[in-house]
DNA sequence: CCTAGGATTGAGACCGGACTCACATCGATT
DNA sequence: AATCGATGTGAGTCCGGTCTCAATCCTAGG
């Protein structure tokens, strides 16, 4: 046991003032390095503060200075390298300025987004990092807004909730990105996503993720500049756990009308998709055409290589952190954050849909595509 | 701004008081639920507490409940999937119980881990969960222990540090997953890993962790049991960032006495080592055989899929905490804890070596092998 | 030598809850 | 009707710091 007869109650500012002969007062000021302190009496003190082995009570601190030099975090799924990256931005960026990071993770569930949030707010966070799990029911997050306490939302937008967002601009990469997969011949192009919906999916559509409706707005745009119609029926949300992505993946290459390439909403669910195609037996490029968001490092060893949408994830983390700080801490904006851009990465698993004999590169796609590419 | 002209103070306990007309003493007693509280009161008090949206200050209450009903956790990089997953299993049972988290990230430092460790302790936290950087620098967990404070390993144990750790049995699975290759028909095996040595490896030498220390050992053990001398030369410790761990790769397949089979101690290691591989022109297994630690989604990917070894890190994410929560709570153990033990999964990784026909499955193998082969 | 003004110092209030203690209140018991 | 135990209740203390304020100490200028 630990025991060693004492029970070991903290040594305070009152203790080590008694054991330095001076007031409390003047012992909490050489501690705590404020106002008027002689050398002869900070000396005193401090070798008693070392000899008694002093810590100061952080929350007794925080309560009558009101600031807890803590960040609350609140993401979907840390065990999502994405979130495990951007984290780490975080993380680093708040060491630097002296704050600590309470973590708190969601499941993506709103209930227990608003419960976190409640929490973090209950035990005084300096600010809070959000990564909403919906980007439509924002109310707890307007609440955040109206008590006063810095708030920043960290990979997708919040309707009404007019804070700093760090993100980034989902409708240009999908476009760009879609327009390159119709460009290398596909028509039938799919897209997973867990984002959950009750109604199927229409044109337009409000999606509880920001990030969603923007990625498929992005397609649509793309189809509707190539010209082509949009084949919604290949929009699958609500895709779940490993199993259910998997199935899903099979519905969409099974069938005369099956898709030629499949767009995978996140790291997770391109382990799942790459996993079925692979079991099917299928192979990527050749039948399939695979793109993904995300650019873990593994997506470099598969056969082939993934073609994947990088997103500056560590970045974001910091950006976000550095920009709550500088909120807590009452600065203003020194100017506009750093940009924050998906890039499309091209590596091998884009290639001709198989019936490609039917398209041919014609004007009308090239005349659409920017210049520089 | 936010500013609608009153600066927010935040809702006491005093102000709820004065709006029900109660002292503060009976409106405490309503709002925190104990003591003796007259239906009455306790409803006008709900009410008022209702109306002014009062929120507990959970710093004052910590302060003299002396719970903060938080813990702490230390890792080294969260940004690896293996503690992302563990920090899964904790925040998971954390909730549950009514705890929170706070982590910090010490990048495998240990001068940042004794200050995390510090700061956590001055934060009151209830607990801590450390993955030490560490095994043998370890005064600053003593401390913990010390300050009674509760204290509980994860990943890795700590020399002199006598409380509960959640990790598997590195030697065994070492021995097990060496004797596995040898079975192959590998004698030049290397192993890669970041672990931080000053002197070069010698057999048995105290290695900062024990979790390294314990794989070199069953290594050893393996070579020692089926009669071949263990190659040290292809130890290879220090392996830093990802240019560097490609580095290494390449050197221990070149030569006349590279090695045919290689190790990968971690998620992070592997992805370098298989992109060298890769890289060089090499395939897997034919001209180089494979093996990791932790089994990630992505090794099934790959072609071939990998041949892992995998840690239940979800699992012992749960037993720690838990384990910490009990403590805390001033519970007694049940009973033992999960078993947590790692597994070879044998994919398709391992093969036999190119010079294969210098050797044969001998009885002399196959003797040591279990049963349960 | 005297005094103004800054440097030091200690007493005590305060942050926002939890909790102790002494003092009602009240129905039930005998 | 007097007594007793079980509630109810409010005043006030405490947790461990920060910070205000008035008092005291010095030292240099006059």
Redesign the interface.
């Known amino acids: 046991m630990?025991s060693d007869g004492t029970?070991?109650r903290d040594v305070t500012v009152a203790d080590v003032a008694k054991a330095a002969k001076v007031s409390k007062a003047q012992a909490a000021r050489a501690l705590g390095n404020y106002g008027a302190v002689s050398d002869d009496v900070r000396e005193r003190v401090l070798a008693a503060a070392e000899e008694l082995e002093y810590?100061?009570?952080?929350?007794?601190r925080?309560?009558n200075t009101g600031k807890?030099n803590?960040i609350g975090v609140v993401v979907g799924?840390?065990?999502?390298?994405h979130f495990?990256?951007a984290?780490?931005g975080i993380?680093?960026t708040a060491?630097k300025s002296g704050y600590?990071?309470?973590?708190?993770?969601t499941d993506e569930e709103r209930a227990a987004e608003v419960d976190a949030v409640?929490?973090l707010?209950?035990?005084?966070v300096d600010g809070l990092i959000v990564a909403p799990a919906s980007s439509v029911e924002t109310s707890h997050l307007q609440q955040v807004?109206?008590?006063?306490r810095p708030l920043v939302l960290l990979d997708r937008a919040a309707a009404g909730v007019d804070v700093e967002t760090f993100a980034v601009d989902m409708g240009r990469i999908s476009y760009e990105s879609t327009l390159h997969l119709i460009e290398a011949g596909h028509r039938r192009i799919a897209f997973v996503s867990t984002v959950r919906t009750d109604a199927p999916y229409v044109a337009g559509m409000t999606l509880d993720s920001s990030q969603i409706s923007d990625r498929l707005d992005g397609i649509r745009r793309a189809f509707d500049d190539a010209g082509f119609p949009h084949p919604t029926d290949l929009i699958r949300l609500n895709a779940g756990d490993a199993d259910s992505i998997m199935r899903i993946t099979r519905e969409l290459l099974d069938g005369p009308d099956a898709a030629t390439a499949i767009i995978a909403s996140d790291g997770?669910i391109a382990?799942s998709v790459?996993?079925a195609i692979?079991e099917s037996g299928r192979s990527i490029p050749n039948d399939v055409s695979f793109l993904m968001y995300d650019d873990?490092?593994?997506t470099?060893?598969?056969?082939p290589p993934l073609t994947v949408i990088s997103q500056p994830v560590y970045d974001m983390g910091i950006a976000a952190a550095s920009a709550l700080i500088r909120q807590i801490e009452g600065r203003k904006a020194a100017g506009p954050g750093p940009d924050l851009v998906a890039t499309l990465i091209k590596r091998g698993s884009v290639g001709a849909p198989k019936d490609a004999e039917a398209l041919l590169p014609d004007a009308e796609i090239a005349g659409i595509l920017p210049d520089r590419w």
């Open positions: 630990s029970r070991r810590r100061p009570n952080e929350l007794a925080s309560m807890s803590t799924d840390i065990e999502n390298p495990g990256l984290m780490r993380t680093d060491k600590n990071v309470i973590l708190i993770n409640r929490v707010l209950d035990k005084r807004r109206e008590s006063g997770l382990l790459v996993e692979q873990f490092a593994w470099r060893l598969t056969t």
